[in-house]
């Protein structure tokens, strides 16, 4: 099957949050975008038109309207709001087959449902801090970085969830070269940018204030900056944050590197709640992830919105066709 034609992989996240409901949703926003969803049938809501599909490849066959299913069974039942230790087991093999399926090109590209990284713990002892950390681990220890993207803004958190009280440690020159180096490249394969214009932020207010108030940018990110700069890489920084995301300043740059989750996540969510996506950089193949979570709280009353999920579908194919164009 060509590339155009090859599906995308959609995990079905946590059994009892909303990712079956806004995969039904997407369906019926994407009729023309082949993608099936990769998860036990009896967790969709009575009544959902869905077709079960052996392979891949037979996705784009089922009618528009129709949820194509790759059918994944699970140990238990679905109940809305309500996790299961049952299923946890079933919500990781799925990931891990969803990623097989990618690797082996019979899926296009992936994007993954919310998971709920507490109930994958208790009910099957799963070792990872999310699901980004996951997917590196399943593509070979890959380096990796997480992306949250909207048609307003990219960014790049250098750490993620960790205590704010840790970062100044684990923020490492080598770490944040390394983000700044798979930033690049990423934007560079998957999005047809041949020099991405980064931004980087300061970690202390004001960007440290010449000293005043933090050392971290003269000691140890205005030095790894310069060194970059001096090989070619287009960046500004360090800046202070609170100055960094305005529309003026937004127009002169392609992402913005931050050192901390919100840092980075506060702007995007502001400027962009429904539509933005969270995106895997540094993996050998497409991954997105609406950037939302398990909606516990909503799950079954169909509020669920899933504008996010529907970018996510779009901006995975979009990825993938730049990344073969570059092949």
């Known amino acids: 099957m060509s590339g155009a034609l090859r ?7 946590e059994p009892a949050g909303i990712g079956a409901e806004v995969a039904v949703l997407a369906r019926t926003a994407l009729p023309d975008l082949p993608f099936f969803w990769l998860g036990d049938p009896r967790h969709l809501a ?23 299913v790759l059918a994944h069974r699970f140990a238990g039942q679905a109940v809305a709001g ?15 087959r969803a990623v097989d399926l990618v690797q082996s090109g019979q899926a296009l590209a992936l994007c993954t449902l919310p998971i709920h990284k507490k109930a994958l ?11 980004t950390e996951f997917l590196a681990h399943l593509a070979g220890g890959a380096s990796v970085v997480m992306m949250l993207a909207s048609e ?3 960014v790049v958190p250098a750490t993620i969830h960790i205590p704010l009280a840790h970062v100044p440690a684990t923020l490492t ?23 991405p214009r980064l931004a980087i932020a300061g970690l202390n207010p004001h960007a440290g204030e010449g000293g005043a108030m933090g050392r971290e940018e003269i000691e140890m990110i205005a030095p790894l900056i310069a060194r970059l700069q001096g090989q070619g890489f287009d960046l500004r920084g360090p800046l202070s944050a609170d100055t960094m995301f305005h529309p003026r300043a937004r127009e002169t740059y392609d992402a913005a590197i931050c050192m901390y989750h919100d840092q980075a996540l506060i ?3 502001t400027l962009d709640f429904d539509g933005g996506v969270n995106v ?35 901006l995975a194919a979009k990825m993938a066709a730049i990344r073969a164009r570059s092949v």
Not at 82 to 96: E, F, L, M, R, Y
Not at 121 to 131: C, I, S
Not at 173 to 193: M, S, W, Y
């Open 7 to 13: 599906p995308i992989a959609l995990t079905c996240g």
């Open 46 to 68: 009575q009544g959902t038109p869905f077709a079960e599909i052996s392979t891949p490849d037979q996705a784009p066959l089922v009618p528009k309207g129709v949820l194509p």
């Open 82 to 96: 309500q996790p299961d230790p049952a299923n946890a087991q079933g919500v990781i093999d799925v990931i891990s």
């Open 121 to 131: 713990q208790d009910g099957a002892g799963f070792a990872f801090p999310g699901h």
């Open 152 to 154: 307003a803004l990219r």
């Open 173 to 195: 020159p080598a770490l944040l070269e390394d983000v700044i180096r798979v930033t690049t490249l990423g934007l560079q394969r998957d999005f047809g940018l041949d020099r």
């Open 267 to 269: 702007p995007i969510k």
């Open 280 to 314: 895997t950089l540094g993996l050998p193949f497409i991954r997105t992830s609406p950037d939302h979570g398990t909606g516990f709280d909503i799950a079954g009353k169909g509020l669920a919105k899933p504008d996010s999920t529907i970018a996510a579908l779009r």
